[in-house]
C-alpha cells in the first residue's frame, strides 16, 4: 500500500467503492485523513463498512469542509453529464481527482525523481503495460505494475529510489489526474473510442495528449505517430521543447524508432541502426505487438537498459492471458487463446496474424457483426461457431469460408484439433478470437478464456508453449 499523506487532517470523500476506491480510501486512512465514502451499491458500502471505513449518502454530507472528493474513473466527470457527486463537489469548490492523482502527489512530495511510467493509447495499453513491467523485471529492477491492467496503483508499494512504476492509464484515469508527471509517458495510438464519455474525438484525443504533455522536464514522450492526431500531438510536444521520440511501424522515420522487416530500427541524424529483432517471438506476432514493442523498446531504451538486455527481455515475454495467448501445441497445430479479442476490431488483429486458421467464434454479438472482417476470410481454413451469434455468423460466412455451427466451446475445440491436425498444414492454427461478448455462455472473457486453456489443455499430445 501506498499511504496518502498529502490529506493528512483533512476530510476527503470518495465515491465509487471498487477494487481502485477501496484502495484509495485505506490509503488516504493510512496517510492520516479523514475519509467518508459512498457508492451507489449496498454490498460495496457493506463491503467498506466492515473494512473500518466510514460510508454515507454523499448527497446529505457537509461538502464545506472537504478537502477532495476522489472518484471512481467508471463515473463520467464531463460526458454524458457530470455524475451527481461531480456536481455537488464543484458547487462547493472541492476538487475531483482519482487515485493516480493521489499516487502523483506523494511521488512529487518523498521522491519525485522516482522513475514512473505512463502509458496510454486507444488500443495495446495492457499489452505495451506488461511488455515494459517485463523488461524492466528482467533487466533485475525492482518493479510495480498496475493502474488500468488491474492492480490499484495505492495498492501497490510505494515509490522510491530505484523502485520503476509501470502504469497504465485509461482517459477516464488521465482526466482525474492533473498532476500527471511521468518520467516517460508514452501515448501508443489513437482512434474513435469512448465518445459517449467525452463528447467528441478531438476532447478524447486532447484528454491522451495530457499524459505525454506532462512528462517531466527531463523526461521522454514516446508517441506512436501512424494516426493523424498522435502525429500532430507528437509535433505540438516538439515546439513545447519536450523529448519526444516518434514510432512508427507503417513507415520508416528520419527520426525515431520504426519497425521494418520485423526488427526494430532507430535513425538519428540520418543514420539508422538496429535496436532488437522481434521475428518468431510468438508473444509479439502481428503489426499491433511490432507497436507495442517497438513503444516498449523506446521505453527500456529511455530507462538504461542495454540491447542485449533488450533483446533477451522481449525473447523471453510470455505475452498477456487471454491476448494472443499461446496456450500449447500439438505436432503443428498451434492453440491460440484471444478470448479478449470481444469485438471485430480486436479480432481482426488476431487474423491478420496467421495464415491457415481454424477459427472459434461467436457469444453475444456486437453492433456489425463479423461484417468488417471479411478481407480476413481467405485466411480461414474453417469456422466454429459457438453462442447467440453463431447463426448470424454463418449467415455471414456462407460461401466465403466454411464453417460449421458448434455452439459451444467445448464441441467447438474438440472439433477443431480434429480438423487442423487432419489438414496437414504446416502452421495450422486453433484460434478462440470470439469477435464477441462472453455474457451469453460466460460471465467474462477471461472465464471464457480460461475454459478454452483447460479445453486445449485436456487434449492429448498437447504440449505448453514455453
Known amino acids: 500500500m501506498i499511504p496518502v499523506t498529502s490529506f493528512a487532517g483533512k476530510k476527503v470523500a470518495v465515491f465509487g467503492l471498487g477494487g481502485s476506491g477501496l484502495a484509495s480510501a485505506r490509503a488516504l486512512q493510512a496517510g492520516g485523513a479523514d475519509v467518508i465514502a459512498g457508492d451507489d451499491g449496498a454490498d460495496r458500502l457493506a463491503e467498506a463498512a466492515q473494512a473500518g471505513i466510514a460510508t454515507a449518502d454523499l448527497r446529505t454530507i457537509s461538502w464545506h469542509d472537504v478537502s ?33 492523482e493521489l499516487f502523483c502527489r506523494e511521488r512529487a512530495r518523498h521522491v519525485p525523481d522516482a522513475p514512473f511510467v505512463a502509458i496510454t493509447g486507444t488500443n495495446g495499453k495492457s499489452t505495451t503495460t506488461a511488455l515494459i513491467a517485463h523488461l524492466m523485471r528482467f533487466a533485475g529492477y525492482d518493479t510495480q505494475m498496475g493502474g488500468n491492467i488491474g492492480t490499484a496503483i495505492l495498492s501497490l508499494e510505494p515509490p522510491r529510489k530505484g523502485r520503476v512504476h509501470v502504469i497504465e492509464m485509461s482517459s477516464y484515469q488521465i482526466d482525474l489526474t492533473p498532476s500527471l508527471d511521468p518520467t516517460v509517458g508514452i501515448l501508443i495510438n489513437l482512434s474513435e473510442d469512448h465518445i459517449d464519455r467525452h463528447g467528441t474525438m478531438e476532447h478524447y484525443a486532447e484528454v491522451k495528449e495530457r499524459l505525454v504533455t506532462g512528462v517531466q522536464a527531463k523526461g521522454t514522450a514516446i508517441v506512436g505517430v501512424d494516426d493523424g492526431f498522435s502525429r500532430a500531438i507528437a509535433d505540438r510536444l516538439d515546439r513545447a521543447g519536450k523529448r519526444v521520440v516518434r514510432i512508427s511501424v507503417k513507415r520508416s522515420l528520419p527520426d525515431g524508432i520504426y519497425v521494418e522487416d520485423e526488427t526494430i530500427l532507430r535513425a538519428a541524424s540520418g543514420a539508422r541502426s538496429e535496436v532488437a529483432r522481434i521475428g518468431g517471438i510468438g508473444s509479439l506476432r502481428g503489426l499491433h505487438n511490432a507497436q507495442n514493442a517497438a513503444c516498449a523498446a523506446a521505453c527500456a531504451l529511455a530507462l538504461g537498459l542495454d540491447q542485449e538486455t533488450l533483446q533477451n527481455g522481449l525473447r523471453s515475454f510470455p505475452g498477456l492471458a487471454h491476448r494472443m495467448e499461446q496456450v500449447g501445441r500439438r505436432g503443428n497445430v498451434l492453440f491460440v487463446n484471444d478470448s479478449k479479442g470481444t469485438n471485430a476490431d480486436a479480432t481482426a488483429h488476431a487474423l491478420s496474424s496467421f495464415a491457415d486458421i481454424f477459427w472459434i467464434a461467436g457469444g453475444r454479438a456486437k453492433q456489425g457483426g463479423i461484417t468488417g472482417l471479411t478481407g480476413y476470410f481467405p485466411r480461414i481454413r474453417k469456422a466454429y461457431l459457438i453462442g447467440e451469434a453463431a447463426k448470424e455468423f454463418a449467415v455471414t460466412l456462407d460461401g466465403q469460408a466454411a464453417h460449421e455451427i458448434s455452439e459451444t466451446l467445448e464441441v467447438a475445440v474438440d472439433h477443431a484439433a480434429r480438423d487442423a491436425e487432419a489438414s496437414g498444414l504446416k502452421d495450422a492454427v486453433v484460434l478462440l478470437s470470439p469477435a464477441c461478448a462472453s455474457f451469453d455462455q460466460y460471465r467474462n472473457f477471461e472465464i471464457r478464456g480460461a475454459r478454452f486453456r483447460d479445453l486445449v489443455n485436456a487434449l492429448p499430445g498437447v504440449k505448453p508453449v514455453v
Open 68 to 100: 477532495a472528493l476522489v472518484l471512481t474513473p467508471g463515473a463520467p466527470l464531463t460526458h454524458p453529464a457530470p455524475h451527481w457527486s461531480v456536481l455537488l463537489a464543484r458547487r462547493a469548490g472541492v476538487e475531483v481527482i482519482g487515485d493516480v
